[in-house]
């Protein structure tokens, strides 16, 4: 019984959102969710998408609490990675664990003295069907909810129906 309310406890403390893994191999495009420890740990998420394996393209889109995105690319060389929000790292140790990963040198006080702003690789699917222009305007529209911006990345990309159905599995 103990082992079932730690677990239901780890659950209740993951944020709200999604996590989908998409991928691009011979000329299709294939997305499935991630679990949801994926939205509170970056490594546990980039495991997950380096056990898919797949010969093509591979990334994620993280949907956080609502608040903010994540997009990583796994590579051989090292995760790309783009956080919509830097100040989010303030209130959530997934986004402190991107800013970390990417080497910034932001303190707390120098987040809790701006507006939210993007940090990362703007051009992390560049070479996949999304130019760094278009993404960083995507990103950059305040007016849009996080999965709105998912959802126009999505159609940018040409994987709009896939991820319809992965969210609509997922009861969003």
């Known amino acids: 019984m103990g082992a079932q309310r730690a677990t239901a406890q780890q659950a209740a403390d993951l944020p709200g959102g ?7 191999e011979d ?6 969710a991630l679990r949801r420890a994926a939205l509170n740990s970056l490594s546990a998420a980039e495991t997950e998408l380096r ?3 797949s010969a093509g393209a591979v990334f994620g889109l993280l ?3 609502e608040e903010f995105l ?6 051989p060389a090292g ?9 989010a790292a303030l209130d959530y140790d997934i986004a402190a664990e991107v800013l970390d990963t990417l080497d910034s040198d932001f303190d707390d006080e120098d987040l809790e003295d701006t507006d939210p702003f993007e940090e990362g690789d703007l051009g992390l699917l560049a070479d996949i069907g999304l130019p760094e222009g278009v ?3 995507i990103i950059a529209d305040e007016e849009s909810e996080i999965e709105e911006q998912i959802t126009a990345i999505a159609e940018r990309m040409g994987f709009a129906d896939e991820l319809s159905a ?5 009861g969003r």
């Open 18 to 24: 999604f996590a989908v893994a998409v991928v691009r």
């Open 27 to 32: 000329g299709k495009w294939r997305c499935t």
């Open 51 to 53: 056990e898919l394996r």
């Open 63 to 65: 949907d956080v609490d």
């Open 70 to 75: 994540i997009i990583l690319r796994p590579a």
């Open 79 to 87: 995760t790309r990675l783009l956080l919509s929000d830097a100040t």
């Open 135 to 137: 993404l960083g305007v």
């Open 166 to 170: 992965v969210l609509d599995k997922l």
